[in-house]
C-alpha cells in the first residue's frame, strides 16, 4: 500500500526558509523510474508544480521559482524534501507531494497548510 | 510550458446525466514512444487530487467506468457517464511530457 504525507512548520514569517518534509511508504525512491514531485494549491486556486526527484537523483524545478528551490531525497528513511528561501505572503498554500510513476500521480499526499504571515 | 486550457469552467448536471469536459494542450502530448501524456484528476471537497484517466483513456484502479478519456495529441476529453453525487468536485486535466509539468485551471462540476 503506497502512501505519502507532508509535513511543514504551518505558519512562518516573511524571509524565512520554507522546509517541506514527504514521508512515504510501499515503494522506493531507489526504485527504477519513481519519482516524487512537489506541487501546491493556494486557497481556493488550481495546481501549481513545483519540483520534482527522481530514483538517479536527477532534479528539476519549475523556473518561475527555481532559484528558490531545493529539492532532495533521504532513500533509505523514505523521504523527499522541499526548501523554499525567502517566502512572502505569495507562497501561502497547501503543499502536496505525489508519486510519480508510469502511472502518472497515481497517489498523493493529504497535504500541509503553509500560511506566510508576520 | 504546456499550457493546458480546460473549458467549461464550471457544469451543472442532473444526476444520471452524462458530463463532459474538454482539455486542450498548446503543444502535443504524443511522445514517439505512442504514449500521450495527459492525465485526469478530480479533487472532491477538502480533499486532495485524485487520478482518474492516466495517458490520455486508461482508467486507473478503482474508478468506476462510468468515467472514460478520449483525444487526439492535443484535444481530450473527460466524459463521465451517469454522473453520482459523488463525482461533484474540481477536474484537472494535466501533462507529463516534460517539465514543467502543468495543469489546467480547473473545471467545478455541480448538481442540479
Known amino acids: 500500500q503506497v502512501t505519502l504525507k507532508e509535513s511543514g512548520p504551518g505558519i512562518l514569517q516573511p524571509s524565512q526558509t520554507l522546509s517541506l518534509t514527504c514521508t512515504f511508504s510501499?515503494?522506493?525512491?531507489?526504485?527504477?523510474?519513481?519519482?516524487v514531485g512537489w506541487i501546491r494549491q493556494p486557497s481556493g486556486k488550481g495546481l501549481e508544480w513545483l519540483a520534482n526527484?527522481?530514483?538517479?537523483?536527477?532534479?528539476y524545478y519549475n523556473p518561475s521559482l527555481k532559484n528558490r528551490l531545493t529539492i532532495s531525497k533521504d532513500t533509505s528513511n523514505n523521504q523527499a524534501f522541499l526548501k523554499i528561501t525567502n517566502v512572502d505572503t505569495a507562497d501561502t498554500a497547501t503543499y502536496y507531494c505525489a508519486r510519480i510513476g508510469g502511472g502518472g500521480l497515481a497517489y498523493w499526499g493529504q497535504g500541509t497548510l503553509v500560511t506566510v504571515s508576520s | 510550458d504546456i499550457v493546458m486550457t480546460q473549458a467549461p469552467l464550471s457544469v451543472s448536471v442532473t444526476p444520471g446525466e452524462s458530463a463532459s469536459i474538454s482539455c486542450r494542450s498548446s503543444?502535443?502530448?504524443?511522445?514517439?514512444?505512442?504514449?500521450?501524456?495527459v492525465y485526469w484528476y478530480l479533487q472532491k471537497p477538502g480533499k486532495s487530487p485524485q487520478l482518474l484517466i492516466y495517458r490520455m483513456s486508461n482508467l486507473a484502479s478503482g474508478v468506476p467506468d462510468r468515467f472514460s478519456g478520449s483525444g487526439s495529441e492535443t484535444d481530450f476529453t473527460l466524459k463521465i457517464s451517469r454522473v453520482e453525487a459523488e463525482d461533484v468536485g474540481i477536474y484537472y486535466c494535466g501533462q507529463l511530457l516534460e517539465n514543467p509539468y502543468t495543469f489546467g485551471a480547473g473545471t467545478k462540476l455541480e448538481l442540479k
Open positions: 503543444k502535443s502530448l504524443l511522445h514517439s514512444n505512442g504514449i500521450t501524456y
Open positions: 526527484i527522481w530514483w538517479d537523483d536527477d532534479k
Open positions: 510501499g515503494f522506493s525512491l531507489s526504485t527504477y523510474g519513481m519519482g
